[in-house]
């Protein structure tokens, strides 16, 4: 089963992700924040890590940063899911090493049909 990181500061996004996900058939793991998402990665070993951006410490471009600079993780896909709606947000996004843009207000689909695509 394929394991997807939720790193989302906002609980009631990451609680609907997290559904969303589930439904699905997707075995989720949540981070409130980018130093807790750094800790579930190493003991958990996702498959998939979807951040939201703009979260207190380390924002998710931080992390996606920290990831894909480590061997371990530097294959890790990363889905940014963010109200940075911007092209230059999404550009420096994928700058940072994010496989994967969503922006808020997102859907199901949209959420569903990026982890499938990261995901295999």
């Not at 899911?81 to 911007?86: A, G, P, R, W």
């Not at 550009?91 to 994010?98: D, E, P, S």
């Given at each position: ?76 896909p990363v889905i940014a ?6 092209e230059l947000d999404r ?8 496989d994967m843009y969503v ?18």
């Open positions: 089963m394929i394991k997807v990181l939720v790193v989302e500061d906002t609980v009631s996004e990451q609680e609907l992700i997290s559904l969303y996900l589930r439904e699905a058939g997707y075995s989720v793991i949540n981070a409130s924040n980018g130093k807790e998402a750094l800790s579930q990665v190493e003991s958990q070993k996702p498959d998939v890590v979807v951040t939201d951006v703009v979260m207190p410490g380390m924002n998710g471009f931080e992390l996606c940063r920290s990831l894909k600079k480590n061997p371990v993780t530097e294959k890790l899911c963010t109200s940075k709606n911007q550009l420096w996004g994928m700058k940072q090493g994010v922006t808020k207000p997102f859907t199901r689909e949209e959420i569903l049909r990026a982890v499938r695509a990261v995901a295999g």
